[in-house]
């Protein structure tokens, strides 16, 4: 029966942070596993940068994808309602439509795998009787602590921001209270309850996949598989390592025209800092301010992807803009006349891999989103983190502490408003300092391994392999 084509149903929740993992992750079944792959895109909204994202995937033989528009939540939540609990009360919602949707595939998938924000749709698999998985696409240390939240929840006393020790996780590195995951920092909270149901609904899969490799992460991923406080949690199901699924750089004929890449070509190798927030981070106008005149007192080439700023508060720090015309709004005044010859600032887009990947950038600063960490780590280029929301902070005192290959203002960036003078030293040191100089070379050996852990017979490509096995033995037992 294993000669058969396996058939995979992949749903995503709203939101370009899951749904690009998930396509990229479908691509790579069908491309190098020879699955049949059927995407289930749930979607608040269909804006041209979405329709494109589609389309590049649609031509793909053995790949299908399928738009699911979400339900409308908007009478039964207040606008003020924190990401989390939209999202989560959206998918339960379109439940009845994701379930149409899948009763209507033909051939009918024999697995489903959903990211964390899909385990709703677990009840749909035991309906339709196939194996259900969850795709994490953080780190393997993201979901260490995600899934021993269930025990920290009973454990703690009070607040997690208040404590003052890091929290144990069992074989893993211990989590400090500044760096806990949102919404944990408010217990009280709504968002914080649907937090652990989403715990509840990892632990529940068959297995999980998660984007990150042996090399990257061999302590965690052991704790996960083989610590008895830990593995209990998941119920000792396997643990598949399936990454770095990142976009990999293929030089398109568009995006080396885009106008950004052509100024990039004009400039010496390895001088200019890329500066970018990922497609839902924002910054207040006095944060905007600072990073301008940082950037501008550095003296470093740059080019900054600016977006509409908001007033400065981590549950406003995702997707709710102002109201501004252009970046001349809200830079300083005569920011871009005086940068002109070494800056290049660009509203609210750019082609992210393109850029990371040509011989002039040198430096990344990044909200620290797993999906920009492992396109940094996959161009070879050192960071400064900057977290803003959901598990960044984690993200980024992995990188800064345990990796090397980053730097990181003093004092945590959603605590305090980073001034200008440490974001010129920052700056000056990962462009054209010693200190940059070495995270270049840990970098280089991260890239190696990420580029060795999806080749075939790599540590992911083996785990994507022993995956696919486990699914038709589940499916014909």
Not at 291 to 296: I, P
Not at 410 to 416: F, G
């Amino acid at each position: 029966m294993a000669s058969k084509q396996l058939h995979v149903a992949l749903l995503a929740s709203p939101g370009m942070g899951h749904l690009v993992p998930i396509l990229l992750l479908g691509h790579n079944l069908v491309t190098h596993h020879n699955l049949r792959v059927t995407i289930l895109a749930v979607t608040a909204t269909t804006t041209h940068s979405l329709t494109q994202l589609l389309t590049s995937f649609a031509t793909t033989t053995n790949l299908s994808i399928i738009q699911i528009p979400v339900a409308d939540v908007s009478s039964v939540l207040p606008s003020d309602t924190k990401v989390i609990t939209q999202i989560c009360v959206m998918m339960r919602e379109t439940i009845p439509a994701i379930r149409t949707t899948l009763s209507l595939i033909n051939p009918r998938p024999l697995v489903l795998i959903g990211d964390i924000f899909s385990t709703e749709s677990w009840q749909l698999a035991e309906e339709f009787g196939i194996p259900k998985y969850v795709f994490v696409t953080g780190s393997a240390w993201f979901t260490a602590l995600f899934v021993y939240s269930l025990v920290l929840d009973k454990k703690v006393v009070g607040q997690y921001v208040d404590k003052k020790e890091p929290f144990e996780i069992p074989g893993c590195k211990p989590v400090r209270p500044e760096d806990v995951v949102d919404p944990m920092p408010n217990r009280n909270d709504e968002a914080y309850k649907y937090y652990l149901d989403l715990a509840i609904g990892v632990t529940l899969a068959d297995g999980l996949l998660i984007n990150t490799w042996e090399d990257l992460e061999p302590q965690t991923l052991d704790a996960l598989r083989n610590n008895e406080s830990l593995s209990a949690l998941v119920k000792h199901k396997p643990v598949y390592t399936v990454g770095p699924v990142c976009k990999r750089y293929e030089p398109e004929p568009d995006m080396l025209q885009h106008e950004v890449v052509k100024w990039l070509d004009e400039q010496p190798d390895g001088s200019v800092v890329y500066v970018s927030f990922g497609s839902g981070g924002v910054l207040s106008v006095e944060e905007i301010h600072e990073l301008a005149w940082g950037l501008e007192m550095s003296g470093q080439r740059f080019v900054w992807v600016v977006r509409p700023p908001v007033g400065h508060d981590p549950d406003s720090s995702f997707l709710k803009y102002g109201q501004f015309d252009g970046p001349c709004d809200y830079l300083p005044q005569g920011f871009l006349s005086r940068t002109e010859k070494v800056g290049f600032v660009v509203p609210s887009w750019a082609p992210q891999v393109e850029i990371l990947n040509h011989a002039s950038v040198g430096g990344f600063v990044t909200h620290c989103g797993w999906n920009s960490v492992l396109e940094s780590i996959t161009s070879c280029i050192p960071m400064i983190v900057w977290p803003l929301y959901a598990e960044q902070r984690m993200n980024a005192t992995m990188l800064t502490e345990e990796l090397k290959v980053a730097v990181r203002p003093e004092v945590l960036t959603t605590k305090k408003v980073v001034g200008r003078e440490e974001i010129m030293r920052l700056v000056v040191d990962l462009v054209s300092g010693e200190r940059g100089k070495a995270m270049q070379m840990k970098m280089n050996r991260l890239k190696e391994g990420a580029k060795k852990a999806i080749s075939e017979n790599g540590s992911s490509y083996i785990s994507v392999c022993k995956f696919i096995e486990d699914c038709w033995y589940r499916i014909i037992s």
